[in-house]
């Protein structure tokens, strides 16, 4: 079993930046990958970016390609996602999720344990 805590979000001013973290428990949480999704109100939960199990790949949607950056140390068991150059179409609930890596990462049902959820809110 894999517990996972989002933390680090709040209200920012566009442009500006964000890090969050996705903190897990478990003692195989160096064996999953690692996918952030988001959810703004009105919408469905999308795919944002993911992290292979060792770090070692990363992909990301085209609309946060160049200001996400996805990173994770095994050690501490969390997986972080640096938001830059945020607008206000980021707005959003930010979840992660983790899983065995197999399936398409942009996918829920690749994923089997998911966070509470962190909201981040951009204003213009």
């Known amino acids: 079993q894999v517990q996972l805590g989002e933390s680090g979000g709040g209200l920012v001013q566009a442009g500006g930046s964000l890090r969050l973290s996705c903190a897990a428990s478990?003692?195989?949480?160096?064996?999953?990958?690692v996918g952030w999704f988001r959810q703004a109100p009105g919408s469905e939960r999308e795919f944002v970016g993911h992290i292979s199990w060792s770090g070692g790949r990363t992909y990301y949607t085209d609309s946060v390609k160049g200001r996400y950056t996805i990173s994770r140390d095994n050690v501490k068991n969390t997986v972080y996602l640096q938001m830059n150059s945020l607008k206000p179409e980021d707005t959003a609930v930010y979840y992660c999720?983790?899983?065995?890596?197999?399936?398409?990462?942009?996918?829920?049902?690749?994923?089997?344990?998911w966070g509470q959820g962190t909201q981040v809110t951009v204003s213009s």
């Open positions: 999720a983790a899983g065995f890596d197999v399936g398409d990462y942009r996918r829920f049902s690749s994923y089997d344990y």
């Open positions: 478990g003692r195989t949480f160096n064996s999953y990958r």
